[in-house]
């Protein structure tokens, strides 16, 4: 594989080729999203570089695939910590405990929305609607973690899983 690649791993690379399988041949570029999710669980987050990489990959111009990086909450531009913490604020969220659930995981933390704890381990996100407000409140961890009717007893038996 050539060096413009080299930030992004054989084995990331494979996993971006079975995304890139599912569309038309010249429409490689439909893959961004899923190619930035594998690129950024293979870095932790996206730096410029492997955002531009993933761009060159697909075929695409750099700053069409920081659109989509800057556009979803799902896609970190910075670094975050060990668990990324994402609370649902929207208006369902919010009328059924949201905000106090977030209040609560700032209070337990020390630490307030895009902050990282000292030790590197959580990072604290506001969200957006996550498709499950009969669960509210709700939160993510890492993208990929759903946690429902998430009250302080919850939320402390989750903190104290991560830890």
């Given at each position: 594989?050539?060096?413009?690649?080299?930030?992004?791993?054989?084995?990331?690379?494979?996993k971006?080729?079975?995304e890139?399988?599912?569309?038309?041949?010249?429409?490689?570029?439909?893959?961004?999203?899923?190619?930035?999710?594998?690129?950024?669980?293979?870095?932790?987050?996206?730096?410029?570089?492997?955002?531009a990489?993933?761009?060159?990959?697909?075929?695409m111009?750099?700053?069409?695939?920081?659109?989509?990086?800057?556009?979803?909450?799902?896609?970190?531009?910075?670094?975050?910590?060990?668990?990324?913490?994402?609370?649902?604020?929207?208006?369902?969220c919010?009328?059924?405990?949201?905000?106090?659930?977030?209040?609560?995981?700032?209070?337990?933390?020390?630490?307030?929305?895009?902050e990282?704890?000292?030790?590197?381990?959580?990072?604290?996100?506001?969200?957006?609607?996550?498709?499950?407000?009969?669960?509210?409140?709700?939160?993510?961890?890492?993208?990929?973690?759903?946690?429902?009717?998430?009250?302080?007893?919850?939320?402390?038996?989750?903190?104290?899983?991560?830890?």
């Open positions: 594989m050539s060096n413009q690649y080299d930030m992004l791993s054989s084995e990331a690379l494979k971006i080729d079975r890139v399988a599912k569309y038309p041949a010249d429409q490689k570029q439909s893959a961004v999203m899923a190619a930035l999710v594998i690129a950024q669980d293979e870095k932790g987050w996206l730096p410029q570089e492997t955002i990489a993933v761009a060159k990959y697909l075929g111009a750099p700053m069409a695939a920081y659109e989509v990086a800057s556009f979803y909450n799902m896609y970190d531009l910075q670094p975050v910590g060990k668990y990324k913490v994402t609370v649902c604020t929207n208006l369902p919010a009328l059924s405990g949201g905000v106090h659930a977030a209040d609560y995981v700032k209070e337990k933390l020390g630490i307030d929305f895009n990282t704890t000292a030790d590197g381990k959580f990072t604290l996100k506001e969200g957006e609607c996550m498709g499950a407000c009969g669960d509210a409140p709700v939160m993510l961890v890492n993208n990929k973690r759903m946690c429902s009717f998430m009250l302080p007893e919850q939320i402390d038996k989750l903190l104290a899983e991560c830890k």
